[in-house]
């Protein structure tokens, strides 16, 4: 079995009462990749990882994990 990265970001978001709108714009992204990456669908590049998890002001760990 491939390994896939799981994450948190919709729980963080709506913990902050972000907008999916909002942290697209903090991150420097779309709309739709912040719906991908909540979904599942799309794994980041660490750089997008990192500006995600400064948003949140969390370590990325916090955010992102690797599933077996």
Do not use: C, H, W
């Not at 994450?7 to 978001?13: E, P, T």
């Not at 990749?33 to 990325?60: C, D, H, Q, W």
């Amino acid at each position: 079995m491939a390994d896939t990265v799981t994450n948190s970001v919709q729980k963080l978001r709506m913990n902050r009462s972000l907008t999916q709108e909002e942290v697209a714009e903090r991150a420097g992204v779309s709309r739709q990749t912040i719906i991908a990456i909540e979904k599942g669908n799309y794994t980041p590049s660490v750089l997008l990882a990192l500006k995600i998890a400064r948003i949140f002001k969390v370590p990325v760990e916090d955010i992102f994990s690797l599933r077996s």
